[in-house]
């Protein structure tokens, strides 16, 4: 297996309980997403956001958010503010007012 390089720093990393929860049932790690994200692999995130997601990383500053389908089906989200220098792993927004669920993550841009 080859070495990925990470093109940014996840930092300090908040887990929200339902997602750790959905993880351990579908048998995965956080740090097996955890790693994916960092190294540019943003999983079922749609277009619009991969291309946000590269352009933060290229300034620097901004969220870089990705979204994974579990085999067992939930989707489990991992986002990333570049200049606090902190990850979060939580599931989708559920309300239609805060963010849109799958496929995409809303960036707000």
């Known amino acids: 297996m080859g070495v990925h390089s990470v093109l940014f720093e996840v ?3 908040t887990r929200e309980s339902e997602a750790m929860l959905v993880l351990v049932l579908a048998r995965l790690t956080e740090s097996s997403l955890i790693q994916r994200h960092e190294q540019g692999d943003f999983g079922d995130a749609d277009t619009g956001q991969c291309l946000c997601n590269l352009h933060a990383i290229g300034a620097g500053e901004g969220v870089v958010r990705s979204l994974y389908r579990l085999p067992t089906g939930p989707c489990v989200c991992v986002e990333t503010d570049l200049v606090a220098g902190e990850t979060y792993l939580r599931l989708p927004y559920r309300s239609p007012t ?11 841009h």
């Open 98 to 108: 805060a963010a849109p669920t799958v496929p995409g993550i809303h960036t707000g």
């Open 11 to 13: 930092g300090f990393v």
